[in-house]
């Protein structure tokens, strides 16, 4: 149980252009998901946090405008990367969390490679 | 940011040897959890353990907390090629803080393992 997809697994786009990448949880529903940023050889970044219904918040220095988030049902998250450049180029990797996570457990997605040419 | 270090930053040891990670952490946690990445993909979460607990065990894993250091160790016994990947401590902050009910995540440890 408690599986987390995302899709596309990988995108490559071209600037100025958007992206939209799909997380979903299979197996439960998923009152809140996380979306982390991952350059190469680093450690996850929290961008930004959703509760199903609600508006996504956002950690300090992420902006709102370009990455939206959506997370209109308590299976299903979107981030749309907005006018998308080179240095959004990224793995980007969602996780959900359910209601009654006692210890605040997360279940990771596979992540999405974004390459932005 | 993120909330703590881990040691070492890579870590090359041969099969069947041990392998040790370390975690910091600055803020009081309600608890610690420890993943693993395999080069291009999602986390694999391998042991939670709680700020009440001082060691737990899974299979070949050790983790151990020490709460008055704020830090944590990792040790895999008895490595194998397979447990080649980047390894990281994420805790969750206790209620009141700024960051509760979120996971930060260390810096990680790229570990490999040479046949």
């Known amino acids: 149980g408690a599986v987390v997809s995302q899709h596309p697994s990988w995108v490559i786009c071209k600037s100025g252009t958007s992206v939209k990448i799909e997380c979903r949880s299979l197996?439960?529903?998923?009152?809140?998901m996380f979306w982390y940023r991952q350059f190469p050889k680093q450690s996850l970044m929290l961008m930004a946090t959703?509760?199903?219904?609600?508006?996504?918040?956002?950690e300090q220095g992420v902006e709102k405008d370009k990455f939206l988030i959506n997370h209109a049902s308590l299976t299903l998250s979107t981030l749309t990367v907005t006018s998308a450049h080179p240095e959004d180029s990224s793995f980007y990797i969602c996780?959900?969390?359910?209601?009654?996570?006692?210890?605040?457990?997360?279940?990771f997605g596979p992540g999405t490679r974004l390459t932005v040419t | 940011s993120q909330q703590g270090e881990e040691d070492p930053q890579a870590l090359s040891i041969q099969e069947g040897e041990n392998a040790t990670m370390n975690c910091s952490y600055k803020?009081?946690?309600?608890?610690l959890q420890w993943y693993r990445q395999n080069s291009g993909r999602g986390l694999v979460h391998l042991i939670l353990?709680?700020?009440?607990?001082r060691e737990k065990h899974s299979g070949r894993l050790r983790v151990t907390l020490d709460t008055s250091k704020k830090s944590s160790s990792l040790l895999i016994t008895a490595s194998r090629a397979a447990d080649t990947a980047s390894y990281f401590c994420?805790?969750?902050?206790?209620?009141?803080?700024?960051?509760?009910?979120?996971?930060?995540f260390g810096q990680g440890t790229i570990l490999t393992v040479h046949p």
């Open positions: 994420a805790t969750v902050q206790n209620a009141g803080g700024t960051s509760y009910g979120k996971l930060t």
């Open positions: 959703s509760n199903e219904g609600s508006k996504a918040t956002y």
């Open positions: 996780s959900a969390r359910e209601r009654l996570a006692r210890f605040y457990e997360q279940y």
């Open positions: 197996d439960f529903q998923a009152t809140t």
């Open positions: 353990i709680r700020s009440n607990e």
């Open positions: 803020t009081s946690i309600n608890n």
